[in-house]
Every structure is written in structure tokens, then in C-alpha cells.
């Protein structure tokens, strides 16, 4: 029987599978994709806290849904980072980021259109969860390359020693599970 953390975020009940890192250390999954209703709510809510802002960022993949949300419901433009090149990239810009929840060393892109998008412009940087803060880091590299603003860095839930932070914006604590 797999076991799960039950929690409430934006007054919605859920339950999360619990997913082992190493032989240490569990983490709760949170993962937005398919859930309307959360990632509805979640963004509404974040709204509500979140500074002022021209254009939100993410990273791909599971960022994706809650960036988007926050575009709809908000300033109605987003740009996600990606994990790698396409052809429709131009002179693309790269910054390599490390994950808890990825093995290996990743590299996000964004083409210069994303880039120049950017530019002179109030960025809210946004993921479904801010753990170690790397992935954060990266997308705050390729703002400042782009000569976007960051404005505010928000998620829906803050797992472990990143909810101590005072530098991001979060609805809800996500703790690690030591064994």
C-alpha cells in the first residue's frame, strides 16, 4: 500500500503520494497536471499576493499549467523555459539547473523572441513547488539575461527549508519526510 500526505491547498483537499528520493528521504508529489480545479484556485490565489507584473516564466514541464493559469486569470502573457532546443529557437540562451526531483544536470532555453520578449519588462517567475531553489536560480539567470525585471518569485507550495525563505511567495508548506 503506497502512502500519502493529505493536505489542503487553496481550500482544496489532496492527497499526495509519498515518493522516495534516497534511502533517507521521502518527498510528497504534488503535480498539477490534470487537476483543473487546483491549478484554477491555486493561481487565483496567488493572484491575490503576488506583486504587479508584464509576463510570468516557468520552467518546463510541470511548472507549465500554474504559469499559464496566472497568465489567464492576470497579465495574459507567460514564456516557458525549456528543457531543450527546438527549431523554432532562434540564437536560443541556456543556464544548466539541478533538481531534487531530476537526476541529472538539465539545461533550460529560451529562444531570443522569449528573450527579447523580456526585456525592460516585470517578470513574476512561477513553479508548482520551490524546494532546493535551483530551478528558481535558473530562471532568474535567464531573466537577468534577458533584461527582464523579476518582480517576485511565487509557487504553490514551499517544501522544506524553502518555506523559511523570505524572498519567495508561496501558499503552502511542503515537508520532507525523513526516515
Same mark, same amino acid.
Given at each position: ?19 522516495e528520493v534516497n534511502e533517507k528521504l521521502d ?49 495574459? @502573457?507567460?514564456?516557458?523555459?525549456? *528543457? #531543450?532546443?527546438? +527549431?523554432?529557437?532562434? =540564437? ?6 539541478? !533538481? ?12 531570443? @523572441?522569449?528573450?527579447?520578449?523580456? *526585456? #525592460?519588462?516585470? +517578470?513574476?517567475?512561477? =513553479? ?6 535551483? !530551478? ?23 517544501e522544506g527549508d524553502a518555506a523559511d525563505r ?6 503552502e508548506k511542503l515537508p520532507l519526510f525523513f526516515?
Amino acid at each position: 500500500m503506497s502512502k500519502t500526505y493529505k493536505m489542503t491547498i487553496a481550500g482544496l483537499e489532496r492527497e499526495l503520494p509519498l515518493c522516495e528520493v534516497n534511502e533517507k528521504l521521502d518527498i510528497a508529489a504534488f503535480i498539477m497536471f490534470g487537476d483543473v480545479e487546483i491549478t484554477e484556485k491555486s493561481a487565483a490565489e496567488l493572484l491575490k499576493i503576488c506583486p504587479e507584473h508584464d509576463i510570468v516564466i516557468t520552467a518546463e514541464a510541470k511548472g507549465i499549467p500554474l504559469c499559464y493559469e496566472i497568465a489567464r486569470q492576470g497579465c495574459g @502573457d507567460y514564456i516557458i523555459a525549456r *528543457k #531543450g532546443i527546438k +527549431v523554432y529557437m532562434p =540564437d536560443p540562451i541556456s543556464i544548466n539547473v539541478n !533538481s531534487i526531483t531530476t537526476k541529472n544536470t538539465q539545461t533550460l532555453y529560451l529562444g531570443k @523572441d522569449d528573450a527579447d520578449k523580456m *526585456k #525592460g519588462k516585470r +517578470v513574476l517567475i512561477v =513553479d508548482d513547488v520551490i524546494s532546493t531553489g535551483d !530551478s528558481l536560480k535558473a530562471l532568474e539567470a535567464l531573466v537577468e539575461k534577458s533584461g527582464g525585471v523579476i518582480v517576485g518569485k511565487a509557487a504553490v507550495l514551499a517544501e522544506g527549508d524553502a518555506a523559511d525563505r523570505d524572498d519567495i511567495i508561496f501558499l503552502e508548506k511542503l515537508p520532507l519526510f525523513f526516515k
